[in-house]
């Protein structure tokens, strides 16, 4: 799988990391070349400086070609408009962002942007944990 990742925090490196280990063709964008330390220093990807968000951009990191793009900034706003460009503008064929705020989810999902949130996976969790006996 072809697969472009917005985003080097730790989410998006450790996914990185765990797709190019199984021999997946992956490219790692950020705005900060720092965040890319994150990387293993046996990463087989691509890491990119740009912002997701800018069309040439993900032309340079090939975003036409990818069978997947996951945006995970810290920011909603980017995650959701990367997103929406790598579907609508590029066609890729599976588009996953990462939502903070679990309101804004649902709206998301209306685009046609498959979403998740961490805040509401991990409350879940937590309650799951809370009331297990």
Same mark, same amino acid.
């Given at each position: =799988?072809? $697969? $472009?990742? =917005? +985003?080097?925090?730790?989410?998006?490196?450790?996914?990185? /990391?765990?797709?190019?280990?199984? +021999?997946?063709?992956?490219?790692?964008?950020?705005?900060? /070349?720092? /965040?890319?330390?994150?990387?293993?220093?046996?990463?087989?990807?691509?890491?990119?400086?740009?912002?997701?968000?800018?069309? !040439?951009?993900?032309?340079?990191? +090939?975003? +036409? !070609?990818?069978?997947?793009? $996951?945006? $995970?900034?810290?920011?909603?706003?980017?995650?959701? =408009?990367?997103?929406?460009?790598?579907?609508?503008?590029?066609?890729?064929?599976?588009?996953?962002?990462?939502?903070?705020?679990?309101?804004?989810?649902?709206?998301? !999902?209306?685009?046609?942007?498959?979403?998740? /949130?961490?805040?509401?996976?991990?409350?879940?969790?937590?309650?799951?944990?809370?009331?297990?006996?």
């Amino acid at each position: =799988m072809n $697969v $472009v990742i =917005m +985003g080097c925090g730790r989410v998006g490196a450790q996914l990185a /990391s765990l797709l190019d280990a199984e +021999g997946h063709k992956v490219t790692v964008l950020d705005i900060d /070349s720092h /965040s890319f330390r994150r990387l293993p220093g046996n990463f087989g990807g691509t890491a990119l400086v740009g912002d997701g968000t800018d069309e !040439e951009v993900l032309r340079r990191a +090939g975003v +036409g !070609e990818a069978d997947a793009f $996951v945006a $995970v900034t810290q920011g909603d706003n980017r995650n959701v =408009m990367a997103a929406q460009i790598a579907k609508h503008i590029f066609n890729v064929p599976r588009v996953v962002c990462r939502i903070y705020d679990p309101l804004r989810k649902e709206i998301y !999902e209306a685009l046609g942007i498959e979403a998740f /949130s961490p805040t509401t996976i991990f409350a879940q969790l937590l309650k799951d944990v809370l009331l297990t006996t």
